[in-house]
């Protein structure tokens, strides 16, 4: 008797598809009818993504994916599509950093305190002129080299400028409380036993 061949085992023979009009699926050619009145009347597609959606979260779908955002910081209406770009580069009102001062401000204030901001000057300890904030990092370039045409480090600089300061004085040691209260002591005693042997001799001259 001849082997069957695996194209004709009907266990492992691939069953016939069929494409729903609706949503694009592809469904077994058995179930397409059925498949294709659900489809029609519970789903909708949706015109932004094109993303099959139940009809009756068709809203909430489009608030969380598609709808407009309004900025809290601008007032502006942004495309949702358009929001991380917003956030990040585009919105005037959005914190940033001053490039001098690294004070945080926002955008539409950043130019005009650059301006005034990058010509504040600073004592150049190296050739002692007062250098722009914004010429500072071509100043270190043009002009701190060594003999050797090297550029000179800024903590090389700070620490051949660093003075060096005298260690603190010592204090002499304090004494302790209890010795200070013994000698107390001692010094009441001394005190009281001469009084009495004063006040005795005292007596014995007024009897005599």
Not at 111 to 129: F, L
Not at 193 to 199: E, F, N, R, T
Request: include cysteine; proline fraction near 6%.
């Amino acid at each position: 008797m001849a082997a069957v061949g695996a194209d004709s085992d009907p266990a492992t023979a691939v069953p016939a598809v069929s494409t729903c009009a609706h949503c694009q699926r592809e469904i077994p050619s058995s179930n397409i009818d059925l498949h294709s009145v659900h489809c029609a009347r519970n789903l909708q597609k949706c015109q932004h993504c094109g993303e099959m959606v139940p009809r009756k979260l068709m809203d909430e779908h489009y608030d969380e994916n598609h709808a407009p955002m309004n900025c809290t910081l601008c007032k502006e209406t942004i495309d949702r599509e358009s929001w991380d770009l917003h956030k990040s580069e585009k919105c005037p009102q959005r914190m940033v950093a001053c490039e001098y001062c690294e004070f945080e401000l926002p955008a539409i204030d950043l130019n005009e305190h650059q301006d005034v901001c990058g010509n504040r000057t600073e004592h150049c300890q190296t050739c002692r002129k007062y250098i722009r904030l914004r010429e500072w990092i071509g100043h270190e370039m043009q002009c701190h080299t060594n003999s050797n045409g090297s550029a000179e480090t800024s903590s090389a600089r700070t620490i051949s400028e660093r003075e060096v300061r005298p260690p603190a004085p010592v204090r002499p040691a304090r004494p302790a409380h209890g010795s200070q209260h013994k000698r107390l002591l001692f010094t009441i005693a001394v005190t009281g036993i001469a009084v009495m042997v004063g006040s005795i001799l005292f007596q014995r001259d007024e009897s005599f």
